[in-house]
């Protein structure tokens, strides 16, 4: 490689020295710049040395160094020396004018060492630098003019001519730069004030410091130079704005912030840092209410702030610098408080009356309410409502004042007293709203007539109770109150009645009881009917009334009757028969009534002398006395019999009948009351006088009952004292009569053999509380079939109640001719009939229905 100038240029010196001995020949010195390449050529050892070239190779040669790297190297075929590493002047000899590496170049057999030394020649390779980015300089703006300060020396590794030169600064108004030069190194330069500074005009100066080398190119380097200049206390502090306004909620939590003053001084340091202050006020209002941060000049709400109290407050605050001679200045704040809707309507009563009548009507005022509220504009404006349906209305009299009014029918049966909810509601956002509860009482006015349970009541009283006794007692309740309410009895009295029904019951007028006057026989009276009025104490008093029906209970206190031609205790009837007389031969009959109703007018006939008989037999509900076989020789000619007849009641009541039946050996002997006497034409008999008696008997019956019929479907009354009606006989084709009144039909049915006949009837004075069925069977006895329950009582006067009794119509009877001819007898108050001197009806003429019925 070829070297050109100075850079390139080696310039090779041989010295030889010689020495006397040893293997040291001598030393020879190159030159080379420092950063060149890899493989630069620094020299030929081998002619510089006088080596064979081809020697050498074949001895061999080493450079050897005392750094750890090696620098150079040789080639052995050539002999020349070469760069091997990188050079560079500043690392290998820092802060040195000149820099050499001391080689040496052993060659061996023989062995002999030559010195080297390569002096590294410098290049301008480093611009100048300085140790600091920037530099500060705290200059007072009170500073004077010439004044001068030293600039930082900027370094360079580079020697020679390469160094560092010269300095250079930017332009700038304030300052200027002198450089000084002491000699080749000591180049030096300072900072001298040209003109007055100010820092409120320019706090802080930025120049830039410039150095500059003397190498080819020249190289430089900066550095900033910072020069802050420092405040004196020459400007007073300025708020932004000398009236500051602002609006904040009344509602705002304590510790809010409102406003934020804003002042600035254009000092620094302590005259330039500001401290916040309200002034002293008048109103010392004022500072309880507000506090402000004397660093930041926030203001903030101290405590509270009530619209309706302040709407509005006037602040004055100041701003005072801390310099040694503080300055200050004001300025003024004006809060304006906005209301909110923090107040609810407070609603006040003045009530009129304590109560009011429940006739009050519509209008009627029952109380004032006045409604204020402290918010302002639509905070303060307020509505008055009811808070439910109520028979009363809110009226609006003038602003904020109401009138609570009437508005509908009141009655305290229904409601004694109201709880009115009154609410106020204001207008603001979100409304506010405010209750009060005035209490209404509604006082009593009669308008309510004592009301009883039942408009009829029906009782049962058992006949032959004793005067007083306990009937029921009627109870009236009146929803009015006090004495409106205080209800006192008496009995209606029915002046179209003949008898006072006063003489007949009696009624407490405090308790309501009723009680007997007098002791009654369901013979003579089956019900009785009056009406009990309850009037209250009221004004004017209201009354109302009750029906009450007694039904009077039968008793059993009649013993049987035994009808003609028999008579009972005390006296002996005859009858004969023939000896011939076959099994099932009629005797006699025996007939008898009871004056009582029911079960207690139930007969049944028995033998009872002599027990056990064999020869005779009673039908137990017919009263027919019948052979039970033919006669014997060693039967008695007179056969004396006892006849019991009892009735259901309990306890039961009965009577006896004695018969003697005398055996006749024929037919034609026997003479018995019944048998007719032959009488002249001209001679008007006793049966003919019966049956025309009957006849008319009959019809009259018959025209009357449908009179009565007549009148009762055209006009009902309700009599105080009632009792059956006329009776009514009704004659039929088939032979049979129906006998009836207004609570009883009996149906009689007649034989066409006109010897004997059958009465069977079943009378009632009242509702019964059961109903059976009742039959008779071929052996003439009473079968009970079917049994109601008898606990339950007729609930209304209008209940339907049916009464049937039915025959079989399998009763055999044998026929016997009576002299006497056909009788039949109804008993006055009911009961069985028997005719002794006639048999029963045959099947089909039995083969009818008894039935009574009634209504209440």
């Not at 390569?118 to 390779?125: G, K, S």
């Amino acid at each position: 490689m070829g070297l050109c100038g100075e850079s390139g240029l080696i310039w090779i010196r041989y010295l030889v020295l010689l020495c006397s001995s040893g293997w040291t020949t001598g030393q020879i010195i190159y030159s080379i710049t420092e950063e060149v390449d890899k493989g630069t050529f620094v020299g030929n050892i081998a002619k510089d040395l006088n080596l064979n070239v081809q020697e050498l190779e074949t001895r061999g040669i080493q450079i050897v160094t005392a750094t750890s790297t090696k620098y150079f190297e040789v080639n052995v075929k050539t002999g020349i020396l070469y760069v091997n590493e990188r050079l560079d002047r500043e690392t290998l000899c820092p802060n040195s004018v000149t820099c050499s590496l001391n080689l040496e170049a052993i060659v061996n057999l023989p062995v002999h060492v030559h010195l080297i030394e390569v002096n590294i020649l410098d290049i301008n390779d480093n611009a100048p630098s300085f140790t600091e980015k920037s530099h500060v300089f705290n200059i007072m703006e009170s500073a004077f003019q010439g004044e001068r300060f030293p600039l930082p020396m900027a370094g360079d590794p580079d020697v020679g001519s390469n160094a560092v030169k010269t300095y250079k600064l930017s332009a700038n108004e304030h300052f200027s730069l002198d450089v000084q030069s002491g000699g080749e190194q000591s180049v030096s330069a300072e900072l001298v004030l040209q003109k007055a500074l100010d820092r409120e005009k320019q706090p802080v100066i930025r120049l830039l410091l410039t150095a500059v080398d003397g190498g080819k190119p020249p190289r430089s380097g900066t550095s900033q130079i910072i020069v802050n200049v420092n405040d004196t206390n020459d400007n007073i502090p300025i708020f932004s704005k000398p009236l500051y306004k602002v609006k904040v909620f009344e509602n705002v939590p304590p510790g809010t912030t409102i406003l934020k003053l804003n002042a600035t001084d254009l000092d620094e340091g302590a005259n330039g840092e500001i401290a916040f202050s309200f002034s002293n006020h008048g109103n010392i209002n004022v500072l309880e209410l507000f506090e402000i941060n004397p660093d930041s000049g926030d203001i903030t709400v101290k405590d509270t702030l009530d619209f309706e109290r302040n709407g509005a407050f006037e602040i004055r605050a100041q701003a005072k610098d801390k310099g040694h001679n503080p300055r200050a200045a004001h300025c003024k704040v004006l809060v304006e408080v906005i209301d909110v809707n923090d107040n609810a309507p407070e609603i006040s009563i003045t009530s009129f009356m304590n109560s009011v009548k429940e006739d009050a009507s519509a209008g009627t005022v029952i109380a004032l309410i006045s409604v204020v509220d402290s918010d302002g504009g639509n905070n303060g404006v307020v509505h008055c409502k009811l808070a439910d349906e109520r028979p009363f209305q809110i009226r609006s009299s003038y602003k904020n004042s109401y009138s609570l009014v009437v508005d509908g029918p009141l009655d305290r049966e229904r409601a004694s007293q109201y709880n009115v909810t009154i609410t106020a509601i204001d207008e603001g956002s979100p409304p506010l709203s405010s209750t009060s509860v005035i209490t209404v009482h509604v006082s009593d006015v009669n308008d309510n007539a004592p009301r009883f349970p039942e408009r009829v009541m029906n009782v049962y009283l058992k006949e032959n109770s004793p005067v007083g006794a306990f009937i029921c007692t009627v109870s009236a309740f009146d929803p009015d109150e006090k004495e409106n309410a205080r209800v006192s009895y008496s009995m209606l009295e029915n002046p179209s009645k003949p008898v006072s029904v006063s003489t007949v019951v009696n009624v407490n007028s405090v308790s309501g009881e009723i009680y007997s006057l007098q002791s009654f026989s369901y013979e003579e009276v089956k019900t009785l009917q009056f009406q009990v009025q309850a009037t209250d104490s009221g004004v004017p008093p209201l009354s109302s009334n009750v029906t009450v029906n007694v039904f009077i209970l039968d008793e059993n206190d009649n013993s049987p009757g035994v009808l003609p031609p028999y008579s009972g205790q005390g006296s002996v009837n005859t009858e004969s028969i023939p000896y011939a007389a076959e099994a099932g031969y009629f005797v006699a009959k025996i007939r008898a009534v009871d004056a009582d109703s029911g079960y207690n007018a139930l007969l049944s006939y028995h033998i009872a002398e002599p027990k056990g008989s064999s020869l005779f037999r009673i039908g137990s509900s017919s009263g027919e006395i019948r052979t039970k076989r033919r006669m014997s020789d060693n039967d008695l000619k007179t056969h004396p019999l006892v006849i019991l007849i009892s009735d259901h009641g309990d306890p039961s009541l009965s009577a006896t009948v004695s018969i003697d039946v005398v055996v006749v050996e024929s037919a034609s002997e026997i003479q018995t009351s019944f048998r007719p006497l032959p009488v002249n034409e001209e001679t008007f008999s006793d049966l003919n006088l019966y049956l025309l008696i009957a006849i008319v008997s009959v019809s009259v019956m018959f025209l009357l009952s449908l009179i009565s019929l007549i009148a009762v479907k055209c006009h009902r009354t309700d009599g105080g004292l009632s009792r059956y009606s006329a009776p009514m006989i009704t004659t039929h084709p088939d032979g049979s009569w129906s006998y009836s009144k207004s609570t009883q039909q009996y149906d009689v049915c007649f034989s066409s053999d006109t010897l004997k006949s059958d009465v069977v009837v079943f009378p009632t004075s009242f509702p019964p509380a059961d109903a059976e069925i009742i039959s008779i069977n071929g052996g003439d006895t009473f079968k009970r079939t079917q049994t109601l329950p008898n606990s339950e009582k007729p609930k209304a006067p209008n209940a339907d109640w049916r009464y049937s009794a039915s025959l079989r119509a399998g009763m055999q009877r044998s026929a016997l001719p009576s002299p006497s001819g056909s009788c039949s007898t109804l008993g006055a108050h009911g009961g069985v009939i028997s005719d002794a001197g006639s048999s029963g009806c045959s099947g089909a003429e039995l083969a009818h229905r008894v039935q009574r019925s009634w209504r209440c």
